[in-house]
């Protein structure tokens, strides 16, 4: 849920904060949101790259819904 992944992303930053190291794999834009985090992308149709926030499909995605899930449901239902 989203209020547990907030939950899991002040965890990690108190973690880190006594000198713990991450590798998360995940989809969830909020996870994916953590400041400073390096951000790969894999999508099977080319070499690992470093990507921004922005650019990744599941923040775009997200978003858009986000912003009129009614369009989406409208071409999906």
Known sequence: ???RQLAFLALMAEA???GAQFVVATHSPIL???P???LYEFDGAGPVRA????ELEH?????DFLA???RFLRHLL
């Open 68 to 70: 009129a899930p009614e």
């Open 51 to 54: 990507v921004a926030y922005e």
């Open 1 to 3: 849920s989203p209020t």
């Open 36 to 38: 400073g985090a390096r």
């Open 32 to 34: 994916l949101a953590y």
């Open 59 to 63: 923040v775009r995605v997200t978003r």
């Open 16 to 18: 880190v904060r006594g």
